[in-house]
């Protein structure tokens, strides 16, 4: 207990001092779960769509490098692939950019996405119901959209396509609303196939069934544990095919890699300056102390009843800073548009605070180390 003592008088005759540097280290735990949040959302935007896809493997054009936007699969591969032995259902899906305009003038850039009705890639509904008719004019909008938007089931949509040279515009009945389904930090609004064909964005299309061309086929597998072993059968009973897992796609979904280990640098380098601001500050702080540290050791004082002192102190302060930063950070979080790529998770969370919690410590052990090296006769200037 005496340790514990020791380090509260301190901090309650320097409340001043103390305080500050706890809003220090509040401002570092602000920093450290930000990048973590902006991590996270964008990392969901560019994986979300394919992360919560209703299918165990992916299936690609061989030969294009696992990219989304370049592979082109033909009617005739989603049969070849449906046909294989342990496939219970696969499912073309195929994607565009295009904007939906709503409260008449206002715009949202969208990801429009072109699914089987019922098949694997329609993703399950909170509200409403799913697409029952290819060619119907429906969709179903994702919660992004709901909330930017305010459509609801039963409202239309407008859709605004650049088709050849001109721009038309196609109105589209809300049948059901999903849980968020971003893809390419866009929020998505998806449409049956063959009215994909119809309204996407490009050259004049000609909605026929039998040229229907999409960039994945989603396969889903009678044994989803063997999704391993199925990836090999598939390529070799299907020519011209490549086929993986969700976590492989999303991971290769062009600057997916690239934003998320430049956030991670981020994040280190945050805990770094966060271990060198705390050291530097309790370094200084026992520098000022040599002469209390002397006389205590002088009295009698053992080194493990400094040591502990000192390391109290550290873990206390620090606990304080992370308080005040992760209760700013989630009040400030409330005030957050849903359209602001930022998804603070509890295990996010939770990393970055044990993070800064153990960086303290450890940032103050060179100052642990010095006050255990003080010699109480130099400390008082009494030595010869």
């Known amino acids: 207990m005496l340790p514990i003592y020791l380090s509260f008088k301190e901090m309650w005759r320097n409340k001043g001092r103390f305080l500050l540097f706890s809003l220090v280290i509040a401002l570092i735990t602000v920093l450290v779960l930000f990048i973590a949040a902006l991590a ?19 299936v690609y054009k061989s030969d294009v490098a696992l990219s989304i936007t370049a592979s082109q699969l033909g009617r005739e591969k989603l049969l070849e692939v449906s046909r294989v032995p342990g496939v219970t259902d696969a499912g073309q899906v195929s994607f565009s950019s295009t904007v939906v305009r709503y409260q008449g003038a206002k715009e949202l850039n969208v990801s429009l996405i072109g699914v089987g ?36 089931v039963g409202d239309n949509l407008t859709i605004k396509s650049i088709q050849g040279a001109k ?68 390529a070799s009973q299907v020519s011209g095919i490549q086929a ?16 998320q280990s430049t956030l991670s640098t981020q994040q280190f380098f945050s805990l770094l300056i966060g271990v060198l601001v705390i050291g530097g500050f309790f370094q200084i702080q026992m ?61 996010a969370i939770v990393l970055g ?10 940032g103050g052990l060179v100052s642990i180390r010095y006050a255990l090296r003080v010699e109480p006769l130099t400390a008082l200037g009494l030595s010869s």
């Open 167 to 234: 721009e038309k515009l196609y109105t589209l009945q809300v049948v059901g609303i999903s849980d968020g389904r971003q893809f390419f930090l866009q929020p998505s609004v998806i449409v049956p196939d063959l009215t994909f064909e119809q309204i996407k964005p490009g050259a004049v299309p000609t909605g026929n069934e039998s040229d229907l061309i999409s960039n994945i086929i989603v396969v889903r597998l009678q044994h989803p544990s063997q999704w391993k072993q199925m990836e090999s059968v598939l």
């Open 244 to 259: 993986v897992d969700k976590v492989t796609a999303y991971e290769n979904t062009p600057g997916y890699a690239a934003q």
């Open 353 to 362: 605070v044990v993070s800064i919690l153990l960086i303290g410590p450890l």
């Open 287 to 347: 520098l000022q102390k040599v002469p209390q540290i002397g006389m205590l050791k002088a009295v009698g004082a053992s080194s493990p009843v400094i040591a502990l002192s000192a390391l109290a102190q550290i873990v206390m302060v620090t606990v304080i800073g992370v308080a005040i930063g992760t209760a700013a950070t989630l009040l400030m979080a409330l005030t957050f548009p849903a359209t602001i790529p930022i998804v603070f998770s509890p295990m």
């Open 40 to 58: 996270d959302g964008l990392g969901n935007g560019n994986r979300e769509y394919i992360e919560k896809l209703n299918g165990d493997l992916i």
């Open 117 to 152: 009705a019922g098949k694997p890639g329609e993703p399950p509904v909170v509200q409403g119901r799913g697409l029952q008719d290819r060619q119907a004019k429906e969709a179903i909008i994702d919660r992004n959209v709901a909330l930017t938007t305010g459509l609801r």
